[in-house]
């Protein structure tokens, strides 16, 4: 039931983080209370040089987003400094719908690899690991943050060509079981 959302790429276009930034800043909030990131900060993370950035609609709500630039790791490697589901929308999938829209971003982009701490206590930690599988490496030991704990967590991210390979086998192993 994930057809009616929408995912929208932003690559730091000022103008369109005028017409978000109140909004990301009340999901923002909404999550994190008091250590949630200010708008300012925020701002440098969705307006940060060659930052990658996915929006996720709901008709024109926004419901999501993820936030990715350049941090540590090398020339290949980008780092994902947020991402977030409005807590009325979650549970049903919607993070593969900003992540396979980042995905091949990157990777046309240039990237080969992408960073994150990923919080441990709800889970999202494990659901990446599974969810990547040998993709995923352990690219540091589990710390405390403002955030909870976190995990410190390297994707090997695919070729864009792979991915539509991969997507032609699903499409043929959902026809040949149907
Ligand atoms: C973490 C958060 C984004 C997850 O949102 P959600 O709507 O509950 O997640 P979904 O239903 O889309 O996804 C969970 C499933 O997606 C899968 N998944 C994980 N990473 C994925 C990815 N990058 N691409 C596709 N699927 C992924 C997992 O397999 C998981 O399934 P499983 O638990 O059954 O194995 C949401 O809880 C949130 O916004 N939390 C507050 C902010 C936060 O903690 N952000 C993470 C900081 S590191």
């Known amino acids: 039931m994930t057809g009616r959302f929408r995912t929208r790429l932003h690559r730091g276009e000022r103008i369109v983080w005028e017409q978000i930034r109140s909004r990301v800043a009340v999901l923002e909030r909404e999550e994190w209370g008091q250590a949630a990131f200010s708008e300012p900060e925020l701002a440098r993370q969705f307006l940060a040089s060659n930052a990658v950035n996915v929006l996720l609609y709901d008709g024109t709500r926004l419901v999501g987003f993820a936030c990715s630039a350049p941090s540590r790791g090398g020339a290949r490697t980008t780092y994902l400094w947020n991402i977030l589901i409005a807590r009325r929308y979650r549970g049903r999938g919607l993070v593969s719908k900003l992540m396979n829209t980042l995905e091949p971003q990157l990777r046309r982009q240039g990237y080969r690899f992408l960073g994150m701490d990923a919080r441990v206590d709800n889970g ?9 599988g040998p993709r995923v490496t352990v690219a540091g030991s589990d710390h405390p943050s403002d955030y909870g704990i976190q995990r410190p967590l390297r994707i090997a991210l695919l070729r864009p060509a792979s991915r539509a390979a991969r997507g032609v086998r699903e499409e043929g192993r959902k026809r040949a079981t149907a």
């Open 124 to 132: 999202f930690a494990d659901a990446v690991a599974r969810h990547y």
